[in-house]
C-alpha cells in the first residue's frame, strides 16, 4: 500500500498533462547522457590502446569520429535532460502549491506557527522537485546504463562483466541503502527541525523589543542557538554517514578495476582477449561507477523528500472549517448577522465563550468589547466562518468583509493593495474605493518596501479600501483605531460611518469612541472556569 507521500507524488504526476511521458522521456534522456560518458571513456580507452599499435588512420578514424559523438551528445542529452526533467518536475511543484493555498486557506492552520507554515509552503513543497530531479532519475538511469554497461562488457569478458555487476551493485544500491538506513532519522530529523527553528526566529524577531525589556533575550537566544546544534548534529550526523558511503563507493569501483585488470590481463596473455580491450575492460568501470557516485546522496534526499512531502500531507488533509460556499442568502437586499446562544473556541479545544446571543440588521453598527483575551477576534473568525461554532448556530446574509487588525500591505502600488479586496476591480473602481475611505493616494504610487511609507492611519484606510472595493454587504471590522492617534482614529471613524449606508457594521473594539457610535454593544465576560 502507498503512504501517503507516495500517493500525493502519483496524484501530481497524473495531474500535469502527459506528466508519464515526460518522466519516461527525461529517464532516457538521463540515462543516455550517462551512457555516453561510459562509452567515451571506452571508445577512448579502445582508440588509445589501438593507436599505440601506429595502425593506419583509416582503422581509427571510426574510433575517432565514435569519441567526439559521444563527447557531444553527453552534454546535448544532459542538457535535455534538464530541460525535461525541470520542466516536469516544476509543473508537479506549482500544482502542489497551488493544491496546498487552496487547501490552507479553508482550514485553521494559517494562524499557527507562521515560521514552521512557511517552510511547508516553501521548503516542504518544493521536496515534489527533488523527488523527480534528484531521486527517480538519477536511480532509474543508473539502472539502465548499468544492464548496458555490464551487457557489453560480457561480450568480451564474462568474469569482468560479472566482478562489475557485483560492485555495481554495491555501489549502486546496497551502499544507498545503507546510507539511507543509518541516516534516516537524522535527515527525516532535520525537516520538522527547520520548521521549528524557522518559527522560533519569527517568534523572537516580533518580540525582540520585549525580551530585552524583561531581560529574557539570552533565554530566548539560548533557545535558538540548542535548535541550531540539534539541526547542526543531524547535518553532520548524514554527512558522516555518506562519506563512508562514497568511500565504500570508491572501493567497490577499485576492486571492479583490480579484477578486471587480473581477469583481463590472463585473457590477453592466454590469447582469448586483443590487447587493445584490456584497456577497455580497464577504463570502462571507472565511468561507470563514477555515475553511480551520486546515489547515496539521492537515497539521503529521498528520505528528506519524504518528511518533508508528508508535512505537506498533513496540510492537504487538515479538516476544512467554516460555511464554505454555502447559500447565504440574499446578498444584497437586507445584510446582516444572526447569533443564537453561541459557543465559539478554536477546533482541537473547548469553548471560550458561550451564550453569545446578538443581531446586526442592515445600516445598523454592533461593537463587541471585552478584556483582552476573552474571545472577541475567535468571535469574529466564527461570524466570518473560518473556523465552525462549538455550539449554537450563527448566520450571515450577504457577502461579509474582514478588516484585521494586523492587515498586511503588500510592497507594491495602491492599486494593487485594493484589489486584494476585488481582483477584478477596474481602475475606476479602485478610484472610487479609495475615495470612500477617505484616501487621497495616486493608484499607481507604489508602497512598502519599494516604494514610500505609509503613515498608520494612511495604511488604515488602505486596508478598509479593499472592503469598499468588494462591495460587500457585512463588515466585520477588528480594532480598526487600534494605533492610531486620537485625531486620526476621529477622521478614519467618520469617513466610515458616513459610508455604512446599508451595510450591517461588526466592530471587535476596546475604543470607547467606536463603542459611542455603535448601535448596540455586546459585552463579552470570561465563562468561569470548569471543574
Known sequence: MRSGWQRLVADLLRSVPRGRLLLVVSVVLAAAASGASVALLGV???????????????????????????????????????????????????????????????????????????????????AVQDVVVRVVLPFASAVVVMVGTVTMLARFSLGSAAVLLVTAVVAGLVLPAWAQLVSRDADAGAVPLRGELADQVRQTALVAVDLVAYDADDAALARLDDLDAQLRAAERRATAVRAWAAAGQVVAAGTAVLAALWIGGAAVASGDLAPRLLAVLVLTPLALHEVLGSLAQAAQTLTRAQAALERVVEVLEAEPVGRGDAPLGDASQHPSVRARDLSVGWPGSGPVLTGITFDVAAGESVAVVGPSGVGKTTLAATVLGLIPPVAGEVATTGRVGYLAQDAHLFATTVAENVRIGNKDASDQEVAAALDQAGLPLAPDRVVGELGATLSGGEARRLALSRLFAGSYDVLVLDEPTEHLDAPTADALLDDLWSRIGHRALLVVTHDERVVARCHKVVRLTPDPPTR
Request: proline share 1%.
Open 44 to 126: 577512448s580507452a579502445w582508440l588509445i590502446s589501438k593507436a599505440a599499435e601506429h595502425p593506419s588512420f583509416l582503422d581509427l578514424s571510426v574510433a575517432a569520429v565514435g569519441v567526439r559523438f559521444f563527447g557531444i551528445s553527453r552534454g546535448v542529452f544532459r542538457y535535455t535532460e534538464r530541460l525535461v526533467g525541470h520542466d516536469l518536475a516544476l509543473r508537479m511543484q506549482s500544482a502542489l502549491r497551488l493544491r496546498t493555498y487552496t487547501t490552507l486557506a479553508r482550514t485553521t492552520l494559517i494562524g499557527r506557527r507562521h515560521g514552521d507554515m512557511l517552510v511547508r509552503m516553501v521548503a516542504d513543497v518544493e
